[in-house]
């Protein structure tokens, strides 16, 4: 039995090992291990790759999240609205300003936050926005942006699971007033190691932030204010600078495989696809379906050799760390309801039509109520 791994980060880096261990050696032997030119490079190629103003490195998302807020000043006593089914992250960024997250149940039909609800939940303490491009599925940026016009609130968007993801034809973390990339390991576009990204329109802003990673200096010793050390690294530079250029060819490719789970489980009315909002092109960085019965499907994909996973098992209400927002069970039904159905399927840029095939005829099975081979 062939096994079918939920994501082959090796397989995908094959064909790069090469450059890979070049570019690695290059930082090893050049004995710059802090900021420098592989640092100011990477985000000048990244700015240039996505068509923003400017990007700056920053050691992971949650870090660059929390750092956004920061540089439009939001703390104690303000309100900042997002979704309830996302990575803790983005809510731990919020907290971890003194402000307070307020949660937003789905759009119905998707997995990204409802504009409707978004609306109702604006207070005069609300300041801020992040919508989250969950599973690199780009959310209604219209109605998002167009309400934070209206209340004079700032949109700091989520792409930490959505880059080179399109809207209208352009990439997302370009709408918003900031917007924040992931490097983690898995993400579209992964490094090889903790790391991050934060894009802004504003110079100014941009530089704050910049300072504000590095211990609130621009110069060595001179020190404007209190910052902190959150740095991308220059090794993870380096190997970023390898990645960046496949990230459009990789992202067609889950966009093929998104299609060959299309074809395999049209006919499967148990499983219900993910819904792409017209006029998006996501980018699948998992592929999310809701079935019924998911543990047992769970287990019969594994007896086959199939990984699957769950992002997420538990609704952000429902979580200890959330508590004191007094939003138990029953509070965010569609999202609680999610997180009991679904299912993410093996989904990386180097699967093949076979293995989609492989991972199609079990489900089907399954449903079909025999046990697959
Ligand atoms: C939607 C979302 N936001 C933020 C983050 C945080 O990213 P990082 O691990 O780089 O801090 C993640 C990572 O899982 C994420 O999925």
Redesign the pocket.
């Known amino acids: 039995m062939t096994k079918i791994a939920f994501l082959d980060i090796k397989r995908m880096h094959d064909p790069l090992r090469g450059q890979l261990h070049r570019a690695a050696l290059e930082v090893i032997d050049g004995g710059h291990y802090i900021g420098g030119e592989q640092v100011k490079n990477f985000e000048k190629e990244m700015a240039s790759w996505m068509g923003a103003p400017e990007v700056c490195g920053v050691s ?4 660059g ?1 929390f750092a956004a807020l920061k540089s439009f000043g939001i703390g104690p006593g303000d309100e900042v609205i997002t979704t309830v089914h ?2 803790i ?2 809510a731990e960024a919020i907290g971890l300003t003194g402000a307070q997250v307020v949660f937003c149940d789905l759009k119905p039909g998707y997995f990204f936050l409802d504009a409707d609800e978004v609306e109702r939940k604006i207070t005069p303490r609300t300041k801020a926005l992040i919508p ?1 491009h ?1 599973y690199g599925q780009p959310v209604e940026l219209d109605r998002i942006c167009a309400l934070a016009k209206a209340h004079g609130l700032r949109v700091i968007e ?1 792409c ?2 959505a880059q080179g993801a399109r809207y209208g034809g352009r990439y997302v973390g370009l709408f918003g007033d900031a917007a ?1 990339f ?3 390991p898995s993400k579209n576009l992964g490094g090889f190691g ?3 990204a934060v894009a802004m329109r504003d110079p100014e802003r941009m530089r704050w932030l910049r300072m504000f990673c590095n211990h609130g200096r621009e110069s060595k010793y001179l020190h404007e204010f209190e910052g902190i050390n959150s740095r991308l690294d220059a090794i993870q530079a380096a190997l970023l600078r390898v990645i960046l250029p496949q990230v459009d060819r990789w992202n067609a490719a889950r966009r093929s495989v998104a299609e060959w789970y299309g074809e395999e489980l049209a006919g499967v009315s148990e499983v219900l696809r993910p819904a792409d909002l017209p006029g998006t092109e996501p980018v699948y960085h998992v592929y999310v379906c809701l079935v019924p019965d998911r543990e047992a499907l769970r287990t019969e994909l594994m007896r086959n050799g199939i990984e699957s996973g769950v992002h997420y098992p538990c609704s952000l209400n429902t979580l200890p760390a959330f508590a004191r927002l007094g939003q138990g069970k029953g509070c965010f039904p569609l999202a609680e309801r999610a997180c009991e159905h679904m299912l993410s399927l093996p989904m990386h840029p180097a699967m093949t039509r076979d293995e989609v095939r492989a991972v199609g005829g079990v489900i089907r099975k399954f449903y079909r109520g025999g046990k697959a081979s």
């Open positions: 992971c998302a949650t870090f999240l996302t990575a992250a983005t989250v969950l989520d930490a699971q924040v992931s490097f983690f903790d790391g991050g």
